[in-house]
């Protein structure tokens, strides 16, 4: 049952939410455009908070969207969590929505306490994307050997040199990441890539479906794959795929972050276009 309580002078709050990307320019504020974060700041103070800014779980880039996002911030006003949960989505627009509000404890961190994260790229194969899906998938029309597909996606699995597969600012960081799931999975005309770890490097996702695809037609052949995920230099740019596909599905964290409930609750898994 959500609880009653209003929230006092510096309460870390735990805002899970989610967010339709298009013609947003990813989470974090920049000087120029409309980001999730300037929009999420904005309606806390809406709501009288007057301190430092709220903190995400992940940075999505331009166009990606989020079926599951968290973001914690420090509030410096005193309200009602239904107040609070019903003033913030006043404030925002549709294509943001915060479905709870809860108390996890000062040592929460929606970045850093996040252990894991599954994401999910779209392509559509039909001769036409149905309009209500054009926003969340990115139209593919050539060949496509699956079962190759397939193949190729098991050797990401486990602990490999990700270099080849970001960009010059996510090569700064250590390029070693791990990887507990790599598949793809055949809806009719929809493919749905699922790829899932503790964490990730700019673009990385995208590039990997875009290698895949490489694959699939014909273009690049498992060692190819096997020299890209061992930190050496395919011989080739790995194309980082539209954005408009990518969804960030799930975060996950331990079970001694779960926070007390005070407003809302989360979304059904078929909320979200695609299912």
């Known amino acids: 049952m959500a609880r009653k309580d209003p929230i006092h002078h510096r309460t870390r709050l735990r805002l899970d939410l989610a967010f339709a990307g298009t013609g947003l320019q990813g989470w974090q504020a920049q000087a120029r455009g409309t980001t999730v974060q300037g929009l999420v700041d904005a309606a806390l103070s809406a709501v009288g908070h007057r301190g430092p800014r709220v903190v995400g779980c992940s940075r999505t880039d331009s166009g990606v969207h989020a079926r599951a996002f968290t973001a914690h911030v420090d509030a410096t006003f005193a309200r009602h969590p239904e107040a609070t949960l019903k003033g913030l989505n006043a404030n925002l627009p549709p294509q943001i929505r915060v479905y709870r509000v809860s108390v996890p404890g000062d040592s929460f961190h929606a970045r850093y306490s996040c252990s894991g994260k599954t994401y999910r790229y779209h392509l559509c194969r039909g001769a036409a994307v149905p309009p209500f899906l054009a926003p969340y998938v990115w139209a593919w029309r050539g060949a496509l050997d699956l079962s190759a597909v397939a193949d190729a996606a098991r050797l990401f699995l486990g602990e490999h040199d990700f270099s080849a597969f970001t960009t010059s600012d996510g090569r700064e960081r250590n390029p070693r ?3 507990t799931e790599c598949r793809i999975e055949e809806r009719g005309d929809l493919l749905c890539f699922h790829v899932s770890g503790a964490s990730f490097l700019h673009r990385m996702v995208r590039c990997i479906v875009g290698l895949l695809l490489a694959v699939g037609g014909g273009r690049v052949g498992q ?36 926070a007390i409930p005070f407003a809302g609750s989360l979304p059904r898994e078929g909320l979200f276009p695609i299912s």
Do not use: D, K
């Open 177 to 179: 990441r791990t990887l």
């Open 223 to 258: 060692q190819e794959v096997r020299m890209a995920l061992s930190g050496e230099n395919p011989g080739f740019q790995i194309p980082a795929l539209p954005a408009q596909g990518l969804v960030l599905w799930e975060v996950v964290y331990p079970a001694g972050a779960e």
